[in-house]
């Protein structure tokens, strides 16, 4: 080959002789690929260098394996620090893929030439004096040229020079990039890009060792804005000397999947694209891209029932031309297309454009490699369950519904439940159908390429799914430094079905809840036990352990709960509130419970012991003066609620409540706790007219003047009910029982009488005379 501009000889300065054939690309770009492919064709080169890792040249043939279908990624992670990886994505229509494919089809030999990876992934990039000066200008070498051809648009200027624009001349489109690339590193230097200078001083080694090897015959597929420090006239000595004392670490490289959604640039990949779905179809379209894209667009809409027809794809088509001819584009590109869609297909409307960015413009494409590509044993593991289970990885987020009946659902519950205790968040539990038995799970699932690296981290813990989750746990178990934490753990392993880790987790959980003396720890840790207890019987676990320990903390609850409640400030009470709360819910869910009468108004049977005696807690809350009165009036409704309290005894704790001597603050409070919160008490007055009843008797019998003083306090408690419901309560409160509103019932509210009762007030005057040491008037 006789491209001009390369490095000369082995050890000799690079010059502007004939040499290697250096084909500077944009990462992701379609017209880029097609460029790079009929250069490669016409110049036939013995050696093709590509950007990359080199330590990916042993994985080079995976990407001829009929398994391979991109886009997929080099994914290079450290042995001792997993979590330190870096990724090299390549799309179809990536100019580095068009190369690698090329070269393995045509029996060429083929090399990555970028830095290696054991030192990207070891090195911190030095802090020199003239990196300080040009930290703020990390220069877009796109972006400036689209400015100096007077584009606002980088991505429009690029469409316009090199993804709609053809040539009879392969190399004309590089020569001219390297060109106006020179321009820009004589301006900028490195760009802001001090890292840069050490790849291309690599990049420089490993071309001379080519040309070693091969003469000229070679081509070099990089970054536009490498070529011309390739072609910098330096010498041997000086680019080891740059490379010299380079930190490192021990790699290992794979391909993975990769996603469309991963390639755009908004999902956060530097050298990404906007819309990959749009230059993946302009690389894929044999012909006539747009009118196959506005097909692509009308099918879609189609499917989500929108009335699209082929008229709306014809005149579509005419429109985006038109477009294109007067903003004096080469060829209709995405914004012409986008305008185009939105004016015909979509009546002006930017709602279905929406679904069109994301299902077309970016896309759901996920990638695959094939079985025989490196991967940790965990990796391996992880796909044969994903294969036994059907449970295929997909880039689309998709609900995933589980009836924990069947084998094969309860075996995905647990492979999922394990890899997020593994810290690998494939799938998410997700609100479902709604059922009243713990036999079904929701869950949303999506495949994300990072995920890779993530199963790579949990690798250390052990070579299966379950092995590595078991350890896992135990070794949290460990840790834990709270009795919520352990008691969260203990779900997990139930959920999760590792049966291994359990005796860990429950001694642990057994030692702390032993030291344990604060009760809202104690309450904060029982809803998460009695939730496992209910898992074990669906998933057929032994709980015996498990049920000893939460019966435990429970009776430690019981007796710290009533003076743990005394003396708490408004913050503290709405905290201890939800505890209380979720012991209650956590209590009804222990083994045993009262069989109900199945009548709302009646006292239930008596129950469990554990059940008795925390009703028994229930009532002394709720008599207690020293308990603030959020806490007393949700132990009413709890009481209420359950049958243990009839209708007049909850309306004379709200009489006592709601005294004269009761502060206003506290007495809106204690009907904050009796409605308030997110216990429905705004539908549950809607649905039983016998709360309603209580609060409207209770408001019928208050004197306006300690009204007034009440009122800002109510209207908080209130005011948290949705519109729908205060409508709903007003309507049948001015409706009254006649009409079939609710029944008022009668409240006597001490110190709220229309007037003294003379004969009890003169009961307590023997009493203060002795105090007083007075005579009383005969």
């Given at each position: 080959?006789t491209?001009s501009g390369?490095?000369?000889?082995?050890?000799?300065p690079a010059g502007?002789?004939?040499?290697p054939l250096?084909?500077?690309?944009?990462?992701h770009?379609?017209?880029?690929?097609?460029?790079?492919?009929?250069?490669?064709?016409?110049?036939r080169p013995?050696a093709?260098?590509?950007?990359?890792?080199?330590?990916?040249?042993?994985l080079v043939?995976?990407?001829?394996?009929?398994?391979?279908?991109?886009?997929?990624?080099?994914?290079?992670?450290?042995?001792?620090?997993?979590?330190?990886?870096?990724?090299?994505?390549?799309?179809?229509?990536?100019?580095?893929?068009?190369?690698?494919?090329?070269?393995?089809?045509?029996g060429?030999?083929?090399?990555?030439?970028?830095?290696?990876?054991?030192?990207t992934l070891?090195?911190?990039?030095?802090?020199?004096?003239?990196?300080g000066r040009s930290?703020?200008?990390?220069?877009?070498p796109?972006a400036?040229?689209?400015r100096?051809?007077g584009?606002?648009?980088?991505?429009?200027?690029?469409?316009?020079?090199?993804?709609?624009?053809?040539?009879?001349?392969?190399?004309?489109?590089?020569?001219?990039?390297?060109?106006?690339?020179?321009a820009?590193?004589?301006?900028?230097?490195h760009?802001?890009?001090?890292?840069?200078?050490?790849r291309?001083?690599?990049?420089r080694?490993?071309?001379?060792?080519?040309?070693?090897?091969?003469?000229?015959?070679?081509?070099?597929?990089?970054g536009?804005?490498?070529?011309?420090?390739?072609?910098?006239?330096?010498?041997?000595?000086?680019?080891?000397?740059?490379?010299?004392g380079?930190?490192?670490?021990?790699?290992e490289?794979?391909?993975?999947?990769?996603?469309?959604?991963?390639l755009?640039?908004?999902?956060?990949?530097g050298?990404?694209?906007?819309?990959?779905?749009?230059?993946?179809?302009?690389?894929?379209?044999?012909?006539?891209?747009l009118e196959?894209?506005?097909?692509k667009?009308?099918?879609?809409?189609r499917?989500?029932?929108?009335?699209?027809?082929?008229?709306h794809?014809i005149?579509?088509?005419r429109?985006?031309?038109?477009?294109?001819?007067?903003?004096?584009?080469?060829?209709?590109?995405?914004?012409?297309?986008?305008?185009?869609?939105?004016a015909?297909?979509c009546?002006?409307s930017?709602?279905?454009?929406?679904?069109?960015?994301?299902?077309?413009?970016?896309?759901?494409?996920?990638?695959?490699?094939?079985?025989?590509?490196?991967a940790?044993?965990l990796?391996?593991?992880?796909?044969?369950?994903?294969?036994?289970?059907?449970?295929?990885p997909?880039?689309?987020?998709?609900?995933?519904?589980?009836?924990?009946?069947k084998?094969?659902d309860a075996?995905r519950?647990?492979?999922?439940?394990?890899?997020?205790?593994?810290?690998?968040d494939?799938?998410?539990?997700?609100?479902?159908?709604?059922?009243?038995?713990?036999?079904?799970?929701?869950?949303?699932?999506?495949?994300?390429?990072?995920?890779h690296?993530?199963?790579?981290e949990?690798?250390?813990?052990?070579?299966?799914?379950?092995s590595?989750?078991?350890?896992?746990?135990?070794?949290?178990a460990?840790?834990?430094?709270d009795?919520?934490a352990?008691?969260a753990?203990?779900?997990?392993?139930?959920?999760a079905?590792l049966a291994?880790?359990?005796?860990?987790?429950?001694g642990?959980?057994?030692d702390?809840?032993a030291?344990?003396?604060?009760?809202?720890?104690?309450?904060?840790?029982?809803?998460?036990?009695a939730?496992?207890l209910?898992?074990?019987?669906?998933?057929?676990?032994?709980?015996?352990?498990?049920?000893?320990?939460?019966?435990?903390?429970?009776?430690?609850?019981?007796?710290?709960?009533?003076?743990a409640c005394?003396g708490?400030?408004?913050?503290?009470?709405?905290?201890?509130?939800?505890?209380l709360?979720?012991v209650?819910?956590?209590?009804?869910?222990?083994?045993?419970p009262?069989p109900?009468?199945?009548?709302?108004?009646?006292?239930?049977?008596?129950?469990t012991?554990?059940?008795?005696?925390?009703?028994?807690?229930?009532?002394?809350?709720?008599g207690?003066?020293?308990?603030?009165g959020v806490?007393?009036g949700?132990?009413?409704?709890?009481?209420?609620?359950?049958?243990?309290?009839?209708e007049g005894?909850?309306?004379?704790?709200?009489?006592?409540?709601?005294?004269?001597?009761a502060?206003?603050?506290?007495?809106?409070?204690?009907?904050?706790?009796?409605v308030?919160?997110?216990?429905?008490?705004?539908l549950?007055?809607?649905?039983?007219e016998?709360?309603?009843?209580?609060?409207?008797?209770?408001?019928?019998?208050?004197?306006?003047?300690?009204?007034t003083d009440?009122?800002?306090l109510?209207?908080?408690t209130?005011?948290?009910?949705?519109p729908?419901?205060?409508?709903?309560?007003?309507?049948?409160?001015?409706?009254?029982?006649?009409?079939?509103?609710?029944?008022?019932?009668?409240?006597?509210?001490?110190?709220f009488?229309a007037?003294?009762d003379?004969?009890?007030a003169?009961?307590?005057?023997?009493?203060?005379?002795?105090?007083?040491?007075?005579?009383?008037?005969?």
């Amino acid at each position: 080959m006789t491209r001009s501009g390369a490095t000369a000889g082995p050890d000799a300065p690079a010059g502007p002789a004939a040499g290697p054939l250096l084909l500077g690309v944009r990462h992701h770009g379609p017209g880029s690929a097609r460029a790079v492919a009929a250069a490669l064709e016409a110049g036939r080169p013995k050696a093709v260098l590509i950007e990359g890792p080199p330590e990916a040249d042993a994985l080079v043939a995976l990407a001829a394996d009929e398994g391979m279908r991109p886009p997929v990624a080099l994914l290079a992670h450290a042995v001792d620090d997993p979590g330190r990886a870096a990724f090299w994505p390549m799309a179809e229509f990536s100019p580095e893929w068009v190369a690698l494919r090329w070269a393995l089809g045509h029996g060429a030999e083929v090399r990555f030439v970028d830095l290696p990876a054991a030192h990207t992934l070891a090195a911190t990039e030095p802090a020199t004096e003239d990196e300080g000066r040009s930290q703020g200008l990390r220069v877009d070498p796109v972006a400036e040229l689209a400015r100096a051809a007077g584009y606002d648009d980088a991505e429009r200027w690029w469409e316009d020079v090199v993804e709609l624009r053809g040539s009879a001349d392969p190399f004309a489109p590089f020569d001219a990039l390297a060109e106006a690339m020179g321009a820009l590193r004589e301006a900028y230097g490195h760009g802001g890009h001090p890292r840069d200078v050490v790849r291309e001083a690599y990049m420089r080694l490993q071309l001379r060792a080519a040309r070693k090897e091969f003469g000229d015959d070679v081509a070099v597929v990089c970054g536009a804005w490498h070529v011309p420090a390739l072609r910098r006239a330096t010498t041997v000595t000086a680019d080891r000397a740059l490379l010299k004392g380079l930190p490192k670490v021990r790699t290992e490289l794979t391909w993975v999947p990769w996603t469309h959604r991963r390639l755009a640039r908004r999902s956060g990949y530097g050298a990404g694209i906007d819309a990959p779905g749009w230059y993946g179809h302009l690389f894929s379209a044999p012909d006539r891209p747009l009118e196959r894209w506005m097909t692509k667009v009308a099918g879609l809409l189609r499917a989500e029932d929108l009335p699209v027809s082929s008229a709306h794809v014809i005149e579509a088509v005419r429109l985006a031309d038109t477009l294109a001819a007067m903003r004096g584009r080469p060829l209709a590109g995405l914004g012409e297309t986008t305008d185009a869609v939105r004016a015909v297909m979509c009546d002006g409307s930017d709602v279905p454009l929406d679904l069109i960015r994301d299902r077309l413009v970016v896309g759901d494409v996920l990638g695959a490699v094939p079985d025989g590509a490196p991967a940790v044993p965990l990796q391996r593991d992880l796909a044969r369950l994903q294969r036994g289970l059907r449970l295929k990885p997909e880039a689309e987020r998709r609900e995933l519904e589980l009836d924990l009946r069947k084998e094969n659902d309860a075996a995905r519950s647990r492979l999922l439940h394990r890899l997020r205790l593994l810290g690998v968040d494939w799938g998410a539990p997700a609100a479902g159908r709604a059922s009243t038995g713990t036999f079904r799970e929701s869950w949303r699932l999506s495949w994300e390429p990072e995920l890779h690296v993530q199963v790579a981290e949990a690798g250390v813990w052990g070579t299966t799914v379950e092995s590595a989750a078991t350890a896992r746990a135990e070794a949290r178990a460990v840790a834990a430094r709270d009795l919520a934490a352990l008691t969260a753990l203990a779900e997990q392993c139930l959920l999760a079905g590792l049966a291994d880790a359990l005796p860990a987790v429950l001694g642990a959980l057994a030692d702390r809840a032993a030291l344990d003396t604060d009760v809202a720890h104690l309450a904060q840790a029982l809803p998460a036990l009695a939730r496992s207890l209910r898992y074990g019987d669906v998933r057929a676990t032994d709980t015996t352990a498990l049920r000893e320990v939460a019966a435990g903390l429970a009776e430690r609850i019981c007796v710290g709960l009533p003076p743990a409640c005394a003396g708490l400030d408004p913050d503290a009470a709405t905290e201890m509130r939800a505890h209380l709360d979720d012991v209650h819910t956590a209590i009804g869910l222990l083994p045993g419970p009262g069989p109900d009468s199945g009548q709302p108004d009646a006292p239930r049977p008596t129950g469990t012991p554990l059940v008795e005696r925390w009703v028994g807690v229930l009532r002394r809350i709720a008599g207690r003066e020293r308990v603030p009165g959020v806490l007393r009036g949700r132990a009413v409704r709890l009481l209420l609620d359950e049958g243990r309290v009839a209708e007049g005894e909850a309306a004379r704790l709200m009489g006592l409540a709601l005294s004269a001597g009761a502060p206003p603050a506290d007495a809106a409070a204690w009907i904050e706790g009796f409605v308030g919160g997110a216990s429905g008490g705004g539908l549950l007055l809607v649905h039983d007219e016998r709360l309603l009843g209580l609060i409207d008797g209770w408001l019928g019998s208050v004197p306006a003047d300690a009204f007034t003083d009440v009122l800002p306090l109510l209207r908080r408690t209130f005011a948290a009910y949705e519109p729908g419901v205060r409508r709903t309560l007003g309507e049948l409160v001015a409706r009254g029982p006649a009409a079939g509103g609710p029944a008022r019932a009668t409240v006597v509210t001490p110190g709220f009488a229309a007037a003294p009762d003379q004969e009890r007030a003169d009961g307590v005057l023997p009493l203060l005379h002795l105090i007083l040491g007075t005579e009383a008037p005969v």
